[in-house]
Every structure is written in structure tokens, then in C-alpha cells.
């Protein structure tokens, strides 16, 4: 399997912050990497398609890079709505997940 | 506008086969360019991949789950079904149904998902 790697699993951050977060793949997956964002009692969403490419909707404070093994995905000027759990995933092999980053409020 | 509703017992018993069905709506099963996934989340933890399946019926399975699932589409009633069977406790979860467009563009992102079933394990 391929095991992916999210840091921080916990973040705290204000409105208005810049924040990373980060996903490393054991092994190489290109840019078969994908972002979602989870609030309690709902299903994930995506955010983020092969690597770096916005979902349709999703605003352009949120930026993807990455390839390869190191993925990061960034969020500039953090709204109220950014609070949430966000996974990263990659389907290059058998699809797995990374375990979670929680941005909360400071 | 697509969309996707899952629908199970609620609560199974340990050893028994856990049966759920995610209706699809706004397109059919049968278009060639969607794949369907389940997903799945146990509470408090994070997400974990179960299977996928095109129009086809060509699967894909998370070798963890190889010898217990079945997943399958009922093209009359236009909905994907997920069999696990010999559940325990570990099983219990919220299973989502997603659905992923065909294509290297995408390159197996989950683009739509329903709202999710809880399933508990207990006797």
C-alpha cells in the first residue's frame, strides 16, 4: 500500500492567516493527489484534482502543488468556513488517504 | 445535477453480511464516463477507500477488504450496491457512495458525494 502522511495532523490558525498543509506519499504517485475538506456530520468535498488544479466552485485562495512523493496545499486568508478537517488522497495505486489535518480556530 | 443517496440497515450483527445500496440520480449508472466508489469512515477517524466499480462491472478493490466485499450495479433500479460480509465491530462506519469521472484528467478524484450511511456492529 501506499501510505500517505499529512502534517500537522492539527493546526490553529486565525482569520485572515496563510496557512500549509502537507501530504508525503511513501512512494512516488505523480500528481495522482487529491485535497478534500470534511465538517463534522458531512461528506468530504473536493477541493483540490491532480495536484493542482481548483475544483469547479472552490475559491482561488486555495492552491495545490506538488508531485511526486511532496504535495502541499495552501490556504491565504483564512475565511470562517475554512475550519475543517482536510485529507489528501492519491489514486495513483490502490486509493488510500492521508489521516486528516483539523484547522481549528486559535 | 447528480446526486447520490445511501441507504443501509443501521445496525448488523458481528459475523452477519452488511448490505447497502446508493441510489444515483440526475444520470445513469450505465454512462461510461463515471466510476462509483465507496468510502468509508469510522467515527472519529479518518477516511478509508473500499472499492470502485464501472459500468462495466470492472472492479477495483482495497486489498484490505478483498475477500469480504462485493460491490455491484442494479441498472433497473439505477443504483450501486456494497456487500460486506462477516462484519465486526472495526466495521462500524459511515459508508459513503462517491462517484469519479473516467479520464486522466481527473485521475480518479471523487468529485460528487452522497451524505453517508451509519452502520453499527453490535450484537
Known amino acids: 500500500d501506499i501510505h500517505m502522511t499529512q502534517s500537522p495532523s492539527s493546526l490553529s490558525a486565525s482569520v485572515g492567516d496563510t496557512v500549509t498543509i502537507t501530504c508525503r506519499a511513501s512512494?512516488?504517485?505523480?500528481?495522482?493527489l487529491h485535497w478534500y475538506l470534511q465538517k463534522p456530520g458531512k461528506a468530504p468535498k473536493l477541493l483540490i484534482y491532480a495536484a493542482s488544479n481548483l475544483e469547479s466552485g472552490v475559491p482561488s485562495r486555495l492552491s495545490g502543488s506538488g508531485s511526486g512523493t511532496d504535495f502541499t496545499l495552501t490556504i491565504s486568508s483564512l475565511q470562517p468556513e475554512d475550519f475543517a478537517t482536510y485529507y489528501c488522497?492519491?489514486?495513483?495505486?490502490?486509493?488510500?488517504f492521508g489521516q486528516g489535518t483539523n484547522l481549528e480556530v486559535k | 445535477q447528480l446526486q447520490l443517496h445511501e441507504s443501509g440497515p443501521g445496525l448488523v450483527r458481528p459475523s452477519e453480511t452488511l448490505s447497502l445500496t446508493c441510489i444515483v440520480s440526475?444520470?445513469?449508472?450505465?454512462?461510461?464516463?463515471?466510476?462509483w466508489g465507496w468510502v468509508r469512515q469510522a467515527p472519529g477517524k479518518g477516511l478509508e477507500w473500499i472499492t470502485t466499480i464501472y459500468y462495466n462491472g470492472d472492479t477495483y478493490l482495497n486489498p484490505s477488504f478483498r475477500s469480504r466485499v462485493i460491490v455491484s450495479l442494479d441498472t433497473s433500479a439505477n443504483q450501486v450496491s456494497l456487500r460486506l460480509r462477516y462484519v465486526t465491530a472495526a466495521d462500524t462506519a459511515t459508508y459513503f457512495c462517491?462517484?469519479?469521472?473516467?479520464?486522466?484528467?481527473?485521475?480518479?478524484?471523487?468529485?460528487?458525494w452522497g451524505q453517508g450511511t451509519m452502520v453499527t456492529v453490535s450484537s
Open positions: 462517491a462517484k469519479h469521472p473516467t479520464g486522466e484528467t481527473r485521475r480518479g478524484a471523487f468529485d460528487t
Open positions: 488522497q492519491q489514486t495513483y495505486g490502490p486509493s488510500t
Open positions: 440526475g444520470d445513469s449508472i450505465n454512462n461510461a464516463n463515471h466510476l
Open positions: 512512494q512516488s504517485v505523480g500528481t495522482y
